[in-house]
């Protein structure tokens, strides 16, 4: 205690015998006492709003199998409620169960999507334009966070290739920059400056246009739930979660390198190539393992999270620690 | 019942007994399935928090206490901080198995002699490694000294004095314990800074009313200063 000089506390004030209390202050101290205790039942039911699985939605028709996608009986996929219940979509919030919490009042009909910069087909595209004539897509694929978990997800989409092979880049588009949509009516998270909205992701135009990478638009064969990013998100396999940018309303092909919302908050943290490597470690943690949602005993992280054969050739000659 | 009765065994007891409901809860949702899909994370999560909780309830007692007049609520301030050392020992358990020990090989089986070596090597390392183990290792080592001595067997052995200059660290274990926090969330850096504004009134308190009574000591000094 700096208040008083140590010699002048009585005994019996570390003993805590002999203390003359009246009967007002153990009124006031039972009211304390209730006080505290509806203080701990209501942070429990904050808690127990945790993670809302969505409703299910609308089947989506014709969706093929596809070749690059996991098979079912190679990695066990995780359920609905897994995938829809924790989530980082910080425009909802931060906690993993905020968005599966408040995304539901985002409009997500009618979309459009801004296709700019370096390309021909500059324009405003509606989510029904971007579709037409596309075949959708079953992809499983891991999903490694950056956080060091993990899940097997079904997602449903298509190659981001032909998305881009429509808007006819030109020979200067080097780049392709990804803008998530922000509303402050519908997204709570964006009033805060935990990043700099809206949330900006990039590809090296070649990543782009590898067929792994492709548009999500669905879930276990169903329309995407809004925390997962509906009604369109990019999803690249071998890299981590958070470059897969969620609810896209901007396109924009450019000749340099795109800023990223996660390199731009913390440079030494987050690289613009965020490919899932083992060897790499956060500086705050390791990389080297992760937890698969469901499972106790943790697993090693494959190399560009099992996709090495695929996509390895795209990084020949660059130096992956230094380019993190 | 005299008020002292009532205090002694109706008002602390429940106080006890509250003090363990994060624990019950915490217990109950996870065996029912009433925590998110990552169980494990939550409970690391939860426990970190409610150690820090109870450190700044224990440290906002004497504050309370001064400013109120309530004399009687001194009667809590060993207990509560207690229950933090308590939940940062569950953090660490928590932590030492979901973290380190799922994280293992078993070469010899996982109940053996080098699983335990290994078990230790992992923790040993993480602490030395990332600096927010560190320091949250550092929090929790701070208070270990201060729940051994917080009987009345030792406040008698050590004098008040000496036992109240020991108990100066749970400062420090608060002011680490932030540290802790701060270091690890990733960009939302609003709930450690509130936790970090909590801590700093309740010792900035400290200090001002130490320096105000330095200052009252001064002023009723005699003229010719004594030898000390
Ligand atoms: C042995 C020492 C400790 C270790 C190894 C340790 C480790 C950890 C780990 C691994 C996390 C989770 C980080 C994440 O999920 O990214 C965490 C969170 C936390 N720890 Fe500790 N910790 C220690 C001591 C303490 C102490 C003594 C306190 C408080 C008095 C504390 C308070 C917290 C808090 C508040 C959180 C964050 C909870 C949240 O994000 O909601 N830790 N700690």
Redesign the pocket.
């Given at each position: 205690m700096l208040i008083k000089k140590p010699a002048d506390i009585p005994y019996s004030e570390v003993t805590d015998r002999k203390l003359y209390v009246n009967r007002r202050d153990f009124i006031r101290a039972a009211a304390g006492v209730a006080a505290a205790g509806a203080g701990v039942v209501s942070i429990s039911e904050t808690l127990f709003a945790a993670g809302q699985p969505a409703p299910h939605g609308r089947k989506l028709d014709g969706v093929k199998k596809s070749p690059l996608s996991l098979a079912p009986e190679q990695e066990k996929t995780n359920t609905w409620d897994q995938i829809t219940s924790y989530n980082n979509y910080y425009e909802f919030g931060t906690d993993k169960d905020s968005p599966s919490l408040v995304a539901n009042k985002l409009k997500t009909e009618p979309w459009s999507v801004q296709v700019e910069g370096e390309c021909a087909k500059r324009g405003n595209y509606s989510l029904d334009d971007i579709l037409k004539g596309v075949a959708l897509e079953e992809r499983i694929y891991r999903h490694r966070c950056v956080?060091a978990w993990s899940m097997v997800i079904p997602w449903v989409g298509f190659p981001l290739s032909e998305l881009i092979k429509k808007a006819e880049p030109t020979a200067k588009a080097k780049f392709v920059e990804f803008t998530t949509l922000v509303d402050y009516g519908t997204m709570p998270g964006v009033r805060q400056p935990v990043l700099r909205w809206p949330y900006v992701e990039g590809l090296r135009l070649d990543e782009a246009m590898h067929p792994l990478a492709i548009m999500a638009v669905g879930l276990y064969g169903e329309v995407l739930p809004k925390q997962n990013g509906a009604p369109l998100r990019l999803v690249v396999p071998w890299k981590y979660g958070f470059k897969g940018a969620k609810s896209i309303v901007r396109i924009r092909f450019t000749e340099r390198q795109p800023m990223n919302s996660w390199q731009e908050s913390a440079p030494q943290e987050y690289g613009f190539y965020s490919n899932v490597n083992p060897n790499v470690d956060h500086p705050r943690?390791t990389q080297a393992s992760e937890r698969r949602i469901g499972e106790f005993f943790k697993r090693k992280t494959l190399m560009f999270n099992g996709y090495a054969d695929q996509v390895q050739g795209l990084y020949a000659g660059l130096d992956l620690k230094r380019n993190y | 019942m005299t008020t002292q009765n009532v205090l002694r065994f109706v008002v602390k007891p429940a106080v006890c007994a509250a003090a363990l409901g994060p624990l019950a809860w915490l217990t109950w949702a996870g065996l029912t399935g009433n925590l998110s899909v990552n169980p494990l994370?939550d409970l690391?999560?939860?426990t970190?928090?409610w150690?820090?909780r109870f450190?700044a309830i224990s440290l906002a007692i004497t504050p309370l206490r001064r400013v109120t007049g309530w004399n009687w609520v001194i009667r809590f301030r060993r207990m509560l901080g207690l229950y933090?050392f308590f939940y940062?020992v569950l953090?660490?358990l928590v932590?030492t198995i979901a973290?380190r020990f799922a994280g293992l090989d078993f070469p010899d089986g996982m109940a053996s002699w080098t699983t335990a070596r290994n078990l230790a090597a992992s923790v040993g390392e993480?602490?030395y490694k990332r600096p927010?183990?560190t320091i949250?290792?550092t929090?929790?080592m701070l208070?270990l000294p201060l729940a051994i001595t917080s009987t009345a067997g030792w406040i008698r052995r050590l004098g008040g004095k000496r036992w109240n200059a020991l108990h100066r660290l749970a400062y420090v274990?608060g002011i680490a314990?932030v540290v802790?926090?701060y270091w690890?969330?990733k960009a939302d850096v609003r709930?450690p800074l509130l936790?970090a504004a909590v801590m700093a009134v309740l010792l900035g308190a400290r200090v001002y009313w130490a320096r105000m009574k330095a200052a009252s000591v001064a002023r009723s000094a005699p003229a010719v200063p004594r030898r000390a």
């Amino acid at each position: 205690m700096l208040i008083k000089k140590p010699a002048d506390i009585p005994y019996s004030e570390v003993t805590d015998r002999k203390l003359y209390v009246n009967r007002r202050d153990f009124i006031r101290a039972a009211a304390g006492v209730a006080a505290a205790g509806a203080g701990v039942v209501s942070i429990s039911e904050t808690l127990f709003a945790a993670g809302q699985p969505a409703p299910h939605g609308r089947k989506l028709d014709g969706v093929k199998k596809s070749p690059l996608s996991l098979a079912p009986e190679q990695e066990k996929t995780n359920t609905w409620d897994q995938i829809t219940s924790y989530n980082n979509y910080y425009e909802f919030g931060t906690d993993k169960d905020s968005p599966s919490l408040v995304a539901n009042k985002l409009k997500t009909e009618p979309w459009s999507v801004q296709v700019e910069g370096e390309c021909a087909k500059r324009g405003n595209y509606s989510l029904d334009d971007i579709l037409k004539g596309v075949a959708l897509e079953e992809r499983i694929y891991r999903h490694r966070c950056v956080e060091a978990w993990s899940m097997v997800i079904p997602w449903v989409g298509f190659p981001l290739s032909e998305l881009i092979k429509k808007a006819e880049p030109t020979a200067k588009a080097k780049f392709v920059e990804f803008t998530t949509l922000v509303d402050y009516g519908t997204m709570p998270g964006v009033r805060q400056p935990v990043l700099r909205w809206p949330y900006v992701e990039g590809l090296r135009l070649d990543e782009a246009m590898h067929p792994l990478a492709i548009m999500a638009v669905g879930l276990y064969g169903e329309v995407l739930p809004k925390q997962n990013g509906a009604p369109l998100r990019l999803v690249v396999p071998w890299k981590y979660g958070f470059k897969g940018a969620k609810s896209i309303v901007r396109i924009r092909f450019t000749e340099r390198q795109p800023m990223n919302s996660w390199q731009e908050s913390a440079p030494q943290e987050y690289g613009f190539y965020s490919n899932v490597n083992p060897n790499v470690d956060h500086p705050r943690w390791t990389q080297a393992s992760e937890r698969r949602i469901g499972e106790f005993f943790k697993r090693k992280t494959l190399m560009f999270n099992g996709y090495a054969d695929q996509v390895q050739g795209l990084y020949a000659g660059l130096d992956l620690k230094r380019n993190y | 019942m005299t008020t002292q009765n009532v205090l002694r065994f109706v008002v602390k007891p429940a106080v006890c007994a509250a003090a363990l409901g994060p624990l019950a809860w915490l217990t109950w949702a996870g065996l029912t399935g009433n925590l998110s899909v990552n169980p494990l994370s939550d409970l690391t999560n939860e426990t970190g928090l409610w150690a820090l909780r109870f450190l700044a309830i224990s440290l906002a007692i004497t504050p309370l206490r001064r400013v109120t007049g309530w004399n009687w609520v001194i009667r809590f301030r060993r207990m509560l901080g207690l229950y933090a050392f308590f939940y940062g020992v569950l953090h660490f358990l928590v932590y030492t198995i979901a973290d380190r020990f799922a994280g293992l090989d078993f070469p010899d089986g996982m109940a053996s002699w080098t699983t335990a070596r290994n078990l230790a090597a992992s923790v040993g390392e993480d602490i030395y490694k990332r600096p927010f183990i560190t320091i949250g290792f550092t929090a929790l080592m701070l208070m270990l000294p201060l729940a051994i001595t917080s009987t009345a067997g030792w406040i008698r052995r050590l004098g008040g004095k000496r036992w109240n200059a020991l108990h100066r660290l749970a400062y420090v274990s608060g002011i680490a314990a932030v540290v802790h926090y701060y270091w690890l969330v990733k960009a939302d850096v609003r709930s450690p800074l509130l936790y970090a504004a909590v801590m700093a009134v309740l010792l900035g308190a400290r200090v001002y009313w130490a320096r105000m009574k330095a200052a009252s000591v001064a002023r009723s000094a005699p003229a010719v200063p004594r030898r000390a």
